[in-house]
């Protein structure tokens, strides 16, 4: 029930963004899906809980100021972990740390200074991120935009790349090797 819920309020959001994008995006339902992220065991609904946390994020309106609070590093951190992890026990196809790097991509459209941005700040603590780096440089050559869900959103690949890269401490992770 719960996933086709979410389904229903994406599906939403893409047909008719304004105002159900303003809606969702002012009211709770971003920390509460975040907490959900964080929990969730079933690569299906975390599939969902994200694709609609990336769908409310992405339209071009401010978060509120109280979100920041919440989206914050220990979620952030949960995300990078997952996505640098080999083998996620649940996630047996390998599928969600895409889906996580989205999740990613989309909250870091709404850090527009980036010695505020959480992301980075984050990055910056890290020696590595070999699998996220990975995947950006693909997207980023390919030129792809993992969260376009409405016209108007900026390319959050091509942001978060620019982002990485106005930072010597988080540029070098681009330059990591592991042997």
């Not at 969902?48 to 946390?53: A, D, G, P």
């Not at 769908?55 to 972990?81: A, G, Q, S, V, W």
């Not at 050559?141 to 988080?170: A, C, G, I, M, W």
């Amino acid at each position: 029930l719960k996933y086709k819920v979410l389904e229903t309020m994406c599906e939403l959001m893409v047909i008719q963004p304004d105002p159900s994008c303003s809606i969702f995006l002012s009211s709770r339902l971003p920390i509460q899906l975040a907490t959900d992220i964080q929990s969730t065991r079933s690569v299906r609904l975390v599939e969902q809980q994200c694709r609609t946390f990336n769908t409310c994020l992405t339209y071009p309106n401010k978060m509120p100021r109280n979100h920041h609070d919440h989206l914050d590093e220990p979620f952030i951190t949960h995300l990078l972990t997952l996505i640098e992890t080999e083998d996620i026990p649940y996630d047996p196809e390998g599928v969600l740390p895409a889906v996580f790097l989205a999740t990613l991509l989309s909250l870091n459209l709404h850090y527009k200074d980036t010695r505020s941005n959480k992301i980075c700040n984050v990055l910056k603590s890290r020696s590595h991120a070999t699998h996220l780096t990975e995947m950006l440089l693909v997207a980023f050559n390919r030129d792809e935009n993992l969260t376009r869900y409405h016209t108007e959103t900026e390319n959050s690949v091509r942001k978060l790349v620019q982002d990485l890269f106005s930072s010597p401490d988080t540029a070098e992770l681009f330059f990591y090797e592991r042997y």
